[in-house]
Structure formats: C-alpha cells, structure tokens
C-alpha cells in the first residue's frame, strides 16, 4: 500500500515538472489524448450506426 502512494506521489510530481517546463509540449500531449479520445468515439458511434441499419 505505500508503494501505491509514493508511486502516486512520483507521477504528480513528474506531471507537475513536465507541465512548468514544458507547457507547450503537455498542452500537445492534452490535445493528442482528447482527440484520440474523440477519435475512438467516432469509430464507436459508427460501428454501431452501421450494425443497427
């Protein structure tokens, strides 16, 4: 159990280091989850457009 919680410590803490050096570079990174994210639901939402007519 403590591994977890220094395990969670270390990530927001490298989250935290990489947005303050690098903001343009993890706004890329936001920006490239949330349109795979979008990407993925697009596909979904025509597989099943697909499968129902």
């Not at 990489?18 to 597989?47: E, H, M, R, S, W």
Request: a positive charge.
């Amino acid at each position: 159990m403590q591994v977890k919680k220094v395990a969670t410590y270390v990530g927001v803490a490298f989250v935290a280091f990489y947005l303050f050096t690098k903001p343009t570079q993890a706004a890329a990174a936001v920006n490239g989850v949330f349109d795979g994210i979008i990407n993925g639901a697009n596909q979904l939402a025509l597989f099943f457009s697909s499968v129902l007519t």
